[in-house]
């Protein structure tokens, strides 16, 4: 800038407010712009939030194929086709073992032998089928095929019942009953096997657990609609209708406790029944087949009337602090995770263990790490007593062959056979849930204790050379409980939440 004789500016005197005053326009026009792009970014991400899924298709009642569900919910379906993968943690998952094809069984792939891993398997369930195969669980996308093509259908001729909870059965049920799902269950209850595996075409689906039109979850299999109603009985709620009593909270309980759970087949009809009237314990399930005088086999080294526990994860989560606190199977087996503006259920159901950082974390605010080595704890203590109480089963049935083969009588063996009946089915009921005493290690524990006396009160029997039988098992004293609740917010309860042959 310069400066005349006279004093005044020369031209260049007001260039420097001119550039600030542009620099200024530059950067307010830059913000506005940017401010408003996040603006629309915030309005868009809140339109996603409220548009839960997009229609492409119309979804009807009749709508089975996953396939189909996936053009309307593309993220959901996707994590769902997941379950195709296996991966094992320390006690559970399943590890991908090559299988040769054959015309029997086509499967390039199966999961290991449950029963080469622990021969005592065999024994305790010797004369049954599942002492011939027995595996580890694949995921959901496998239900219907391992099921379909396991050794056991060759040892047994299975009922049309395993449909049940191994296929989507809610519209072949419709279909086969004329509109009327429960006719259609029993009718199909009856079937062969090979025949109602005709009228399903795929594993469980979208259609199993959602109503299509408003995609509010349900329950659709009958074995759920009675059990869980003779449960609410007992807690003094009459008439229980699931479907239009439980909270949303209950309901991501409910639709998998359809299927695991403990059942049996009941009478030459083979109606799936669960077996809660007594309570949904281990041993007040087992008090109610003493009542029945149901067995699933005889014992064919023994000749003890014996009980087969099926995958009771429902029941024994019932019984621990996570059911309590009103945590449901969802919010650990399908956690909810961000698509963009959507938040959407994690539909590749596993073990927490292979996601611990959405499945625990959200609640334990401890590391990875951390909460693996506990729930490994957890489980290891449980495996441990599970091993002495299958040591105890094993000497149990080993005494018993020895008295046979001196010429024991079925009178001098009755009390020893009761004992193995009741120590065998709540081992049973632990080696079959699948959680290896996570749900609630307490329960677990208290289980096996009882298993491990029996089993020795059994040795005694055949000591004594025939002792009077057991009673039938009940729930310790001071420990008899109504029907497990679910807790909402700071404690506040708000329901009572809550199934099995040769299967």
Same mark, same amino acid.
């Given at each position: 800038?310069?400066?005349?004789?006279?004093?005044?500016?020369?031209?260049?005197?007001?260039?420097?407010?001119?550039?600030?005053?542009?620099?200024?326009?530059?950067?307010?026009?830059?913000?506005?712009?940017?401010?408003?792009?996040?603006?629309?970014?915030?309005?868009?991400?809140?339109?996603?939030?409220?548009?839960?899924?997009?229609?492409?298709?119309?979804?009807?009642?009749?709508?089975?194929?996953?396939?189909?569900?996936?053009?309307?919910?593309?993220?959901?379906?996707?994590?769902?086709?997941?379950?195709?993968?296996? $991966?094992?943690?320390?006690?559970?998952?399943?590890?991908?073992?090559?299988?040769?094809?054959?015309?029997?069984?086509?499967?390039?792939?199966?999961?290991?032998?449950?029963?080469?891993?622990?021969?005592?398997?065999?024994?305790?369930?010797?004369?049954?089928?599942?002492?011939?195969?027995?595996?580890?669980?694949?995921?959901?996308?496998?239900?219907?095929?391992?099921?379909?093509?396991?050794?056991?259908?060759?040892?047994?001729?299975?009922?049309?019942?395993?449909?049940?909870?191994?296929?989507?059965?809610?519209?072949?049920?419709?279909?086969?009953?004329?509109?009327?799902?429960?006719?259609?269950?029993?009718?199909?209850?009856?079937?062969?096997?090979?025949?109602?595996?005709?009228?399903?075409?795929?594993?469980?689906?979208?259609?199993?657990?959602?109503?299509?039109?408003?995609?509010?979850?349900?329950?659709?299999?009958?074995?759920?609609?009675?059990?869980?109603?003779?449960?609410?009985?007992?807690?003094?709620?009459?008439?229980?209708?699931?479907?239009?009593?439980?909270?949303?909270?209950?309901?991501?309980?409910?639709?998998?406790?359809?299927?695991?759970?403990?059942?049996?087949?009941?009478?030459?009809?083979?109606?799936?029944?669960?077996?809660?009237?007594?309570?949904?314990?281990?041993?007040?399930?087992?008090?109610?087949?003493?009542?029945?005088?149901?067995?699933?086999?005889?014992?064919?080294?023994?000749?003890?009337?014996?009980?087969?526990?099926?995958?009771?994860?429902?029941?024994?989560?019932?019984?621990?602090?996570?059911?309590?606190?009103?945590?449901?199977?969802?919010?650990?087996?399908?956690?909810?995770?961000?698509?963009?503006?959507?938040?959407?259920?994690?539909?590749?159901?596993?073990?927490?263990?292979?996601?611990?950082?959405?499945?625990? $974390?959200?609640?334990?605010?401890?590391?990875?790490?951390?909460?693996?080595?506990?729930?490994?704890?957890?489980?290891?203590?449980?495996?441990?007593?599970?091993?002495?109480?299958?040591?105890?089963?094993?000497?149990?049935?080993?005494?018993?062959?020895?008295?046979?083969?001196?010429?024991?009588?079925?009178?001098?063996?009755?009390?020893?056979?009761?004992?193995?009946?009741?120590?065998?089915?709540?081992?049973?009921?632990?080696?079959?849930?699948?959680?290896?005493?996570?749900?609630?290690?307490?329960?677990?524990?208290?289980?096996?204790?009882?298993?491990?006396?029996?089993?020795?009160?059994?040795?005694?029997?055949?000591?004594?050379?025939?002792?009077?039988?057991?009673?039938?098992?009940?729930?310790?004293?001071?420990?008899?409980?109504?029907?497990?609740?679910?807790?909402?917010?700071?404690?506040?309860?708000?329901?009572?939440?809550?199934?099995?042959?040769?299967?």
């Amino acid at each position: 800038m310069t400066t005349t004789q006279d004093g005044t500016k020369g031209a260049g005197a007001g260039r420097p407010a001119w550039r600030w005053l542009v620099l200024t326009v530059v950067l307010t026009a830059a913000i506005a712009v940017g401010v408003t792009a996040l603006l629309v970014n915030i309005f868009e991400r809140k339109q996603e939030g409220r548009d839960t899924f997009f229609r492409v298709v119309e979804l009807t009642d009749d709508t089975v194929d996953p396939a189909i569900w996936g053009k309307n919910f593309p993220f959901q379906y996707d994590s769902y086709k997941r379950t195709v993968d296996q $991966q094992r943690t320390r006690y559970g998952g399943s590890e991908a073992v090559p299988h040769q094809p054959t015309s029997a069984d086509p499967r390039s792939v199966v999961a290991q032998s449950r029963l080469d891993e622990d021969p005592r398997l065999r024994t305790m369930w010797a004369g049954y089928a599942f002492s011939k195969d027995f595996r580890e669980e694949r995921g959901h996308a496998y239900m219907l095929e391992d099921q379909t093509y396991t050794e056991r259908q060759h040892v047994t001729k299975q009922p049309g019942t395993c449909i049940h909870c191994h296929g989507s059965v809610y519209v072949p049920y419709r279909k086969l009953g004329g509109g009327d799902l429960i006719k259609g269950f029993e009718m199909m209850n009856r079937m062969p096997f090979g025949e109602a595996r005709k009228l399903v075409e795929h594993p469980v689906a979208c259609i199993d657990c959602h109503e299509p039109k408003t995609m509010q979850l349900r329950v659709t299999r009958p074995g759920f609609l009675e059990g869980i109603k003779l449960v609410k009985a007992k807690a003094g709620i009459e008439n229980y209708d699931v479907n239009t009593m439980a909270t949303r909270q209950e309901m991501r309980t409910y639709v998998c406790g359809q299927c695991h759970v403990e059942y049996y087949f009941k009478g030459p009809e083979k109606r799936l029944t669960y077996p809660w009237r007594d309570g949904i314990k281990g041993d007040e399930i087992l008090a109610y087949y003493e009542k029945e005088g149901f067995a699933d086999w005889t014992h064919a080294e023994t000749g003890a009337r014996t009980l087969k526990a099926q995958h009771p994860e429902f029941e024994m989560y019932n019984q621990g602090i996570h059911a309590r606190s009103g945590v449901a199977c969802a919010d650990c087996h399908m956690p909810y995770q961000r698509e963009g503006g959507l938040k959407v259920s994690d539909h590749w159901v596993r073990s927490p263990l292979l996601n611990i950082n959405r499945a625990c $974390q959200t609640c334990h605010k401890w590391s990875e790490a951390e909460l693996q080595a506990r729930a490994q704890t957890i489980q290891e203590r449980v495996f441990g007593l599970r091993n002495r109480a299958m040591d105890a089963l094993m000497a149990l049935i080993a005494d018993q062959k020895a008295s046979l083969a001196k010429g024991a009588t079925d009178a001098q063996l009755a009390a020893s056979r009761s004992f193995q009946r009741q120590a065998q089915f709540l081992l049973d009921f632990v080696e079959a849930e699948n959680s290896v005493g996570f749900h609630a290690p307490e329960e677990a524990e208290r289980l096996l204790a009882i298993s491990i006396d029996y089993s020795r009160q059994g040795q005694i029997a055949l000591l004594r050379g025939g002792a009077p039988a057991p009673p039938a098992v009940q729930a310790p004293q001071g420990m008899t409980t109504a029907a497990p609740a679910t807790t909402g917010p700071a404690g506040s309860k708000v329901g009572t939440p809550a199934t099995t042959g040769q299967h």
